[in-house]
């Protein structure tokens, strides 16, 4: 796992109280899968929903905001405890100050991680804004911290395990599986 090699950045990871991801490029490859009648499928990686649980276990809730509307991703929030779910967002920045305007969370105690051009301005508004590394080149320019992992493939297990190693919980957080 990539760590964060910047003082002042890794200070500021430290401080995260709120992890938000984007679905589609981070949660999933960004893939669009539809079946003959139109439906749509989602594929999630289960090392990311792990990542979650691990946030929770440590008291660090999370959200989801998401351009897109899938009862695919409804099924996965409820799994996975989720906290805060915004679909058919893309306005991205918006939706996350209203998830920070109706909790104790701050721009300055609150992670995001998103892949594209509808996540930049919630990237860059945040104390921890990531992406991955098949994001758009923008995007990775002006993200704090890019993951090894893309997208769909552990980015967002890889992006929770670093916030939980700047918290200084990682240890803590594996000692449950020893």
């Avoid at 100050?97 to 051009?117: M, P, Q």
């Amino acid at each position: 796992m990539r760590t964060i090699d910047n003082i002042e950045l890794a200070k500021r990871a430290a401080n995260i109280t709120l992890a938000v991801f984007d679905v589609d490029g981070i949660l999933t490859d960004g893939s669009l899968h539809f079946l003959a009648d139109g439906s749509e499928v989602k594929m999630f990686n289960t090392l990311d929903g792990l990542g979650f649980k691990m946030l929770h276990d440590a008291g660090i809730e999370t959200a989801i905001i998401t351009g897109r509307k899938s009862p695919q991703v409804e099924m996965r929030v409820k799994a996975l405890g989720i906290t805060y779910l915004h679909q058919g967002r893309d306005d991205k920045l918006t939706a996350l100050r209203e998830i920070l305007d109706k909790t104790a969370h701050s721009e300055e105690t609150t992670a995001y991680i998103g892949d594209d051009l509808p996540d930049l301005s919630a990237i860059t508004a945040v104390a921890f804004g990531a992406t991955v590394p098949n994001g758009h080149p923008l995007v990775k320019e002006e993200a704090s911290w890019v993951t090894e992992r893309t997208g769909g493939y552990g980015a967002a297990r890889e992006f929770c395990e670093t916030i939980l190693q700047a918290k200084g919980l990682l240890e803590q957080a594996y000692q449950r599986f020893r």
